[in-house]
């Protein structure tokens, strides 16, 4: 018999605070990592600066193993052939790896799961991505919530885990697994370009565990006692900059709820405490999207709200490249989609405001914009994606959906001295501040810095916006 298991790892690219992988170190076998490129997965719609960014941070993985004495394989294909394969290669008596709330993936695990059993080889799938596993929190009637606020308030009634200890063993393979390893062949760690992706911007998140440790303690150290101020101001750097992080388990998140803890506890002041409390509300949004991308799987494929399957969208082709490219003429949705295309992250507030302007200015499907933002973001997440559309188009589980937002008071207010705007649109730097964020300025202005007119008209789309909404609710 082996003493050999495997940990798959998948969005959990960290050797601490992982549940399954201390259970795999509690069976005193050796533990070895494996992470396999799912070609299905890559083939979606998937933002080069993504895929960098897992690059990156499996480079530092392997690090993590290598340094404990331990390694970690790479495959490439299908983890429905490839996992058991190299299980049943290299003798393994379990795989141990992490739940996921997303609909692909819990088909492709049912199957994993399915082929091992075949096999002998024992399965050990956990919980390990939330604070509370998606059945955790249910309301009163033991169904899911589908309301924020009474998630919230269940959610942080509860207690919380603490960081889980992990102990890898060395773990070296013997020189006859090496030798099996070729009947499944691994491969070396590939580049972003060798996989079909290019991203040749430098990364504004950093990569792996240790950088995600120390974001988040400069972040509770410091920024996160304004974070209730500051959170909505593209200009500033007010929110923690960790979304890549968590979307790739790059740190566990019972490390950061603690982070969050001994913030509170050290905290001296009413605005203090705000401030944090308002960040461990944007934890628990990330947990609610993902209990309700599991409870309601669908949510992945179209709207939560029936009466928007039939909504007459208007889908003009042109207005939806002016808003991909950062051209409808609004500054504050130019600067925002500018700031996506050229980094691959867009701050929350913006996120918000370019999510509205498509689906209420330019009456395109929400659907469009979720994939574009697939397509860009380096944080992309189904489950947070999804449910920020939704609520942005009004088709998702916002007890109060019909929310417009008005670009030109949105700039007005979260973006004061147009900071975040000629930042962005460099071709709007030597125009007055109030006419920028006023939008007023003169055609022959706009033509001369070579900045588009308004692609539509905001009072106009808004009320077209509100009769079809009316219309399609009413039916
Ligand atoms: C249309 C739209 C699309 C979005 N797409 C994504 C996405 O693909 N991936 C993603 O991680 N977030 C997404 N968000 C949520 C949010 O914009 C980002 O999580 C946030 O901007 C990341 O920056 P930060 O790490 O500085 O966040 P902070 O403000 O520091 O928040 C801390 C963490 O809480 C979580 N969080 C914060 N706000 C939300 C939220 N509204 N929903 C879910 N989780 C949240 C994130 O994990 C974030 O890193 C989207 C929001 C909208 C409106």
Redesign the pocket.
Known sequence: MSDLVLFWHRRDLRVSDSIGLATACETNARVVGVFCFDRAILSQGVAPARVTYLVGCLKRLAEDYRQAGSELLFLDGDPIVKIPQLASTLKATAVHFHLDVEPYSRTRDERVIAALTAQNIQAHPQWDRLLHEPNAIQTGNKQPYTVYGPFWRNWSSQPKPAPVEVKLPPSALTPAERQALTLVPTIDLPTAQELGFTWDQPLTQELGTRAAEQILTK?CHRAIVE?DEQ?NYPAVTG?????????FGTIGIRTVWAATTTAMTEARSDEARTGITT?QQ??A??E??QQAMYHFPSLALGPYRDHFKQFPWRNDETQFQAWCEGKTGYPIVDAAMRQLNSIG????HC??I??SFLTKDLIINWQR??KY??ER?I???????N???Q??ASSGMDPKPLRIFNPYTQAQKFDPEGDYIRQWVPELKPIATNLILSGNILPLTRHQVGYPLPIVDHAVQQRLFKDLYASVKGA
């Open positions: 972040f974070y959170r929110t923690s900059e960790m979304s890549a992080a968590l979307v960040w944007e934890l949004w990330r609610f999207y992250w867009m701050h929350n996120r918000m370019v999510a914009g979720e933002f697939m973001l944080d992309g997440d189904l489950s947070a994606n449910g920020g559309w609520w942005s």
